[in-house]
């Protein structure tokens, strides 16, 4: 199961996008729940006039059973005070649908790392220990780093260290969860601003794609990636400027 936290700048629900236009996913069912804001808009993978009136809500369900890979897209926010109810259904959902593993993509603010986190790459990765035990050894060879932990109180007691996701929406309760109940979980999240986030996106989706291979490409840069771009992102950051300003 492959799904986006709602987190700074939407970049685990931009990427999720390019991996279901991309692989071309077929809609299979909804994600019914209470705890995001209801929303209902066209088709964001539209291809052509006929499906292009085609409904979608707020959570959604996309199949690929040739690459045995679930996606559940979220579309809109939390509801205040939901994120729990929200964890404990999904995760039931997970065990009662034996899901093998979880993939979690999300993201964290880049000006609250610290002086560790801003060193070498901005992408970082976590593995349930259930999922350490399968995949630990792949993540050190493909020279992943793993997500440090930071101090629990700053300039007071350095010694103590604990997991801090900040923006990173439900992404730390969801792995805490995953942790307790023995679900093979793995967060892979990159530190951003708020802004033009397709550039992160782009990284993030190739960041998965090193682990999946879900597509074959050589590039890592967003320009010429091989992701296809959905039609709903041609206004994503509304229309362009008039020729006659330049």
């Known amino acids: 199961l492959l799904q986006p936290a709602v987190s700074v700048g939407n970049v685990g629900q931009l990427a999720i996008d390019l991996v279901i236009s ?69 995760l039931s959902w997970v065990k009662s649908s034996r899901c093998a593993r979880v ?72 792995f805490t969860e995953s942790c307790s109940q023995g679900i093979q979980m793995a967060v892979l999240l990159k530190f951003c601003s708020e802004g033009d986030n397709i550039p992160d996106a782009f990284a993030l989706v190739n960041y998965l794609n090193e682990w999946l291979q879900l597509i074959k490409s050589e590039v890592s840069c967003y320009t010429a990636s091989q992701w296809k771009i959905p039609s709903s992102w041609r206004l994503l950051f509304g229309n362009g400027l008039p020729p006659a300003l330049f």
């Not at 040739?66 to 926010?77: D, E, G, H, N, Y």
């Open 22 to 90: 991309t692989l071309n996913m077929t809609k299979v069912g909804y994600f019914y729940t209470d705890c995001l804001v209801p929303m209902v808009g066209n088709n964001p993978y539209a291809t052509a006039e006929e499906n292009s009136m085609e409904l979608s809500i707020n959570a959604e369900v996309y199949s690929l059973p040739a690459k045995k890979l679930v996606v559940l897209q979220i579309r809109s926010p939390f509801i205040k005070n939901k994120y729990r109810p929200f964890c404990q259904t999904l």
């Open 103 to 174: 993939i979690l993509l999300s993201s964290s603010h880049a000006y609250q790392r610290n002086d560790e986190q801003l060193l070498g790459t901005p992408l970082r990765y976590l593995l349930t220990p259930d999922l350490e035990k399968a995949v630990g050894g792949l993540m050190q060879e493909l020279n992943w780093k793993e997500m440090e932990k930071v101090a629990a109180y700053p300039g007071i007691n350095d010694t103590e260290k604990v997991l801090h996701i900040p923006g990173g929406g439900i992404t730390k309760l969801l």
